[in-house]
């Protein structure tokens, strides 16, 4: 079975530049997490997808952040203008939510490394 | 809401023996999961070990083992016989379902565990 697949892994870019993440979660799976991971810190929710609808975008900074799930599959995380404090991995990871069940473990890609100079 | 505290920074322990990662959880929910990810320098999480909240009985997989004490909300992690390759951060994450159908996961601090020769 195919993981999480994520592009690309490092990015280096210079404040106020814009830039795209895109996630392929492991097919079937209908929650599709993106997570902000600040060195030395654990993984912060900005924004989880059921399908293609979102179902939880409080910690998202809506003002530069956004993100999209394309027919309930592919999603890009787009940041626009950068800033010096979004250096930090960004995680995906996606997990199977039988309808009427708890749901499964998340599984996660190997993360964007996002460098802002 | 619901949080995760992991309050052991860091961890040492020699190459073969054992050591035990704290985790304790605030929730009003009876059913849930809780879940041991390892981060190592590669970045990519890895499930070490789940435990559904109704199980009384404590999870294991092979060398790891958790200490599951619902009542007290405490959800520790024990690594027998350490090994190098068990160098790395170790998270703790709750899930739980949220009314309208999906499930929200969320993350502790993390606790870095060196490994020692």
């Known amino acids: 079975e195919a993981g999480v697949a994520q592009s690309p892994r490092y990015k280096i870019i210079e404040k106020r530049q814009s830039v795209a993440f895109w996630c392929n979660p492991i097919?079937?799976?209908?929650?599709l997490y993106w997570y902000q991971q600040i060195l030395g810190q654990g993984p912060k929710l900005l924004i989880q997808?059921?399908?293609?609808?979102?179902?939880?975008d409080s910690q998202l900074p809506k003002d530069r952040f956004s993100a999209e799930r394309l027919k309930g599959v592919d999603s890009t995380l787009k940041i626009q203008p950068a800033k010096l404090e979004d250096s930090a991995v960004y995680l995906c990871?996606?997990?199977?939510?039988?309808?009427?069940?708890?749901?499964?473990?998340?599984?996660f890609g190997q993360g964007t490394r996002l460098t802002v100079v | 809401a619901q949080t995760v505290t992991q309050s052991q920074p860091e961890m040492s322990v020699q190459e073969a023996e054992t050591v035990t990662l704290s985790c304790t959880y605030d929730?009003?929910?009876?059913?849930?999961?809780l879940f041991w990810y390892k981060q190592p320098p590669s970045r990519q999480m890895i499930l070490v070990i789940r435990q559904e909240a109704y199980k009384q009985q404590n999870a294991t997989e092979n060398r790891f083992s958790v200490n599951f004490q619902k009542a007290a909300k405490s959800f520790s992690l024990k690594i027998s016989d350490s090994q190098l390759g068990d160098t790395a951060m170790y998270f703790c994450a709750f899930m739980n379902p949220i009314s309208g159908g999906y499930n929200k996961l969320i993350f502790g601090a993390g606790t870095r565990l060196a490994v020692h020769p």
């Open positions: 097919s079937g799976h209908a929650t």
């Open positions: 929730t009003s929910e009876s059913n849930y999961y």
């Open positions: 997808f059921q399908n293609n609808g979102v179902v939880d």
């Open positions: 990871a996606s997990s199977f939510f039988p309808r009427g069940r708890l749901g499964t473990e998340a599984f």
